[in-house]
């Protein structure tokens, strides 16, 4: 459907505004304005509290999973062979685990519920976490790792979660706030891990607990995610509201018993699906490497520390949670999210390939050291740089996820949800390992040069979803072929 400069342009009307920290202000679109009831069983006030719940839950996850970023690395060393290979291999498991998980969570929640399988989803999370701090071998750092990722399938969950409780017109703008929940835990939780690592706190901690809790700088931030985890579980079983009813979840459990392969198999197929499962990936391909590709290349290039490059992560995350959490549900509410995908996607491209060029582009601007002494010309080239990657990537991310709703039938949300997640995931599995390949055997620029070219077929394959309309509709598998 087509969101044009007629539908919502007041920019006002039914939409709430939560105050979720001092610095961050987000403004929650109400599932109920403009809505009919569509037989979700929730209706005016539980499901703008659905919504809510939905957010602050997806944030407590990911504050979990940001918690660990800091210290995975060095927690991984201090295992032997826990090399910086180890260190790839834990980051593809997870990632891995998303992939087979993330349909499959899905699909289960179309059948019995987005609030059971949050719910126990956020269990697993809590055990994944805990068998992380307590890990004394890399096996069960790498089980962790990967019982956390099959877990962090949720996501697909909570975002057929919102298309449950919003009229179409509204859903990007909705969609974008999962985004930057998912922001805002990136951007506090590897704060909060960073200051529960410092020694100092850990033996703070480690006086006030039973000498039968092992505290240390890898323990103590473990168990805080899953500490975090565990409050998401609390808030779910207490506040959320179940979005399906049970006529719903029975339809769905009639013709959605599908293996995965068969899902993607049905959306590849698709017209609608396929230009956008092969968007995610090459968007989650190319932006997963040149993540992980960052840090080395402001280390080697700019000679920054591990403390200036966590503040340089933490900008990122700043401009995302702002791009999604108030720029995207304004620009939906005038713009179609063809268009707007299109715009991401280019605002992406350029900014991926001229990550090489930060420097050059700082050698033309202003040194404004004398209004702070931090603010040279190299840090102002890499901070305009570095602008276009969260703003580029967080339209686009959202609109796509707004596609994907769109061209989905209204039975299969979460089974669609779940396939493009997974397709990340799988690109997020193999993405990292071959741009760092490039960067250490090409050099320093290949990764991102060959990051901005992955994206450039994206934009024609969404100047292509305004061609196909087909709704997905996984078919129920053959009798005659039923073993």
Same mark, same amino acid.
């Given at each position: 459907?087509?969101?044009?400069?007629?539908?919502?342009?007041?920019?006002?009307?039914?939409?709430?505004?939560?105050?979720?920290?001092?610095?961050?202000?987000?403004?929650?679109?109400?599932?109920?304005?403009?809505?009919?009831?569509?037989?979700?069983?929730?209706?005016?006030?539980?499901?703008?509290?659905?919504?809510?719940?939905?957010?602050?839950?997806?944030?407590?996850?990911?504050?979990?999973?940001?918690?660990?970023?800091?210290?995975?690395?060095?927690?991984?060393?201090?295992?032997?062979?826990?090399?910086?290979?180890?260190?790839?291999?834990?980051?593809?498991?997870?990632?891995?685990?998303?992939?087979?998980?993330?349909?499959?969570?899905?699909?289960?929640?179309?059948?019995?519920?987005?609030?059971?399988?949050?719910?126990?989803?956020?269990?697993?999370?809590?055990?994944?976490?805990?068998?992380?701090?307590?890990?004394?071998?890399?096996?069960?750092?790498?089980?962790?790792?990967?019982?956390?990722?099959?877990?962090?399938?949720?996501?697909?969950?909570?975002?057929?979660?919102?298309?449950?409780?919003?009229?179409?017109?509204?859903?990007?703008?909705?969609?974008?706030?999962?985004?930057?929940?998912?922001?805002?835990?990136?951007?506090?939780?590897?704060?909060?891990?960073?200051?529960?690592?410092?020694?100092?706190?850990?033996?703070?901690?480690?006086?006030?607990?039973?000498?039968?809790?092992?505290?240390?700088?890898?323990?103590?931030?473990?168990?805080?995610?899953?500490?975090?985890?565990?409050?998401?579980?609390?808030?779910?079983?207490?506040?959320?509201?179940?979005?399906?009813?049970?006529?719903?979840?029975?339809?769905?459990?009639?013709?959605?018993?599908?293996?995965?392969?068969?899902?993607?198999?049905?959306?590849?197929?698709?017209?609608?699906?396929?230009?956008?499962?092969?968007?995610?990936?090459?968007?989650?391909?190319?932006?997963?490497?040149?993540?992980?590709?960052?840090?080395?290349?402001?280390?080697?290039?700019?000679?920054?520390?591990?403390? =200036?490059?966590?503040?340089?992560?933490?900008?990122?995350?700043?401009?995302?949670?702002?791009? =999604?959490?108030?720029?995207?549900?304004?620009?939906?509410?005038?713009?179609?999210?063809?268009?707007?995908?299109?715009?991401?996607?280019?605002?992406?491209?350029?900014?991926?390939?001229?990550?090489?060029?930060?420097?050059?582009?700082?050698?033309?601007?202003?040194?404004?050291?004398?209004?702070?002494?931090?603010?040279?010309?190299d840090l102002l080239g890499l901070l305009l740089v570095l602008t276009l990657l969260p703003l580029g990537n967080g339209i686009l991310s959202v609109t796509l996820t707004a596609l994907v709703s769109q061209r989905a039938s209204a039975a299969v949300q979460g089974s669609a949800f779940g396939i493009t997640q997974g397709a990340g995931s799988l690109a997020r599995t193999v993405g990292p390992p071959v741009m760092g390949g490039l960067y250490f055997a090409v050099g320093y620029w290949s990764p991102f040069v060959v990051g901005s070219v992955l994206l450039?077929?994206?934009?024609?394959?969404?100047?292509?979803?305004?061609?196909?309309?087909?709704?997905?509709?996984?078919?129920?598998?053959?009798?005659?072929?039923?073993?």
């Open positions: 459907m087509r969101i044009g400069p007629g539908v919502g342009r007041d920019g006002m009307d039914g939409v709430r505004t939560v105050r979720t920290f001092p610095s961050v202000l987000i403004r929650l679109p109400d599932a109920e304005a403009g809505m009919t009831d569509s037989g979700t069983g929730i209706t005016g006030s539980r499901r703008r509290r659905g919504l809510a719940v939905v957010f602050f839950v997806v944030f407590l996850d990911l504050l979990g999973f940001g918690i660990i970023i800091p210290i995975l690395p060095y927690y991984t060393r201090t295992f032997p062979g826990g090399t910086e290979f180890v260190i790839g291999l834990l980051a593809a498991s997870y990632s891995a685990m998303q992939f087979v998980f993330a349909p499959l969570l899905g699909s289960l929640s179309d059948r019995v519920g987005r609030r059971p399988v949050l719910v126990v989803s956020l269990c697993g999370s809590v055990v994944a976490w805990t068998v992380f701090g307590l890990a004394d071998a890399l096996w069960l750092l790498f089980l962790s790792r990967m019982l956390a990722g099959a877990m962090g399938g949720n996501l697909s969950t909570a975002q057929a979660y919102v298309a449950d409780v919003t009229p179409p017109e509204r859903r990007a703008a909705a969609l974008g706030f999962i985004g930057a929940a998912f922001g805002l835990g990136f951007i506090f939780g590897p704060g909060i891990g960073a200051v529960l690592s410092f020694d100092a706190t850990v033996a703070a901690v480690d006086g006030l607990l039973p000498a039968a809790v092992p505290i240390s700088r890898f323990s103590l931030p473990s168990f805080a995610a899953a500490a975090a985890s565990l409050a998401g579980v609390l808030v779910a079983l207490l506040f959320l509201p179940e979005s399906r009813t049970a006529a719903e979840s029975a339809g769905a459990t009639a013709t959605e018993r599908t293996s995965s392969i068969t899902q993607l198999r049905a959306a590849v197929a698709t017209p609608g699906l396929r230009p956008l499962l092969l968007a995610f990936f090459l968007v989650s391909f190319a932006f997963s490497g040149v993540q992980v590709m960052f840090v080395p290349y402001v280390a080697d290039i700019y000679g920054y520390t591990a403390a =200036q490059s966590a503040l340089l992560l933490t900008y990122i995350g700043v401009v995302a949670v702002i791009t =999604q959490g108030v720029l995207v549900g304004r620009l939906s509410a005038r713009y179609s999210p063809v268009r707007l995908s299109l715009f991401g996607t280019a605002l992406l491209v350029v900014g991926v390939g001229a990550i090489p060029a930060s420097r050059a582009i700082g050698s033309v601007l202003p040194d404004l050291t004398a209004l702070a002494p931090f603010l040279t010309a450039l077929p994206v934009l024609w394959l969404v100047s292509r979803l305004g061609v196909t309309q087909e709704a997905y509709e996984p078919r129920p598998a053959d009798p005659g072929h039923a073993r």
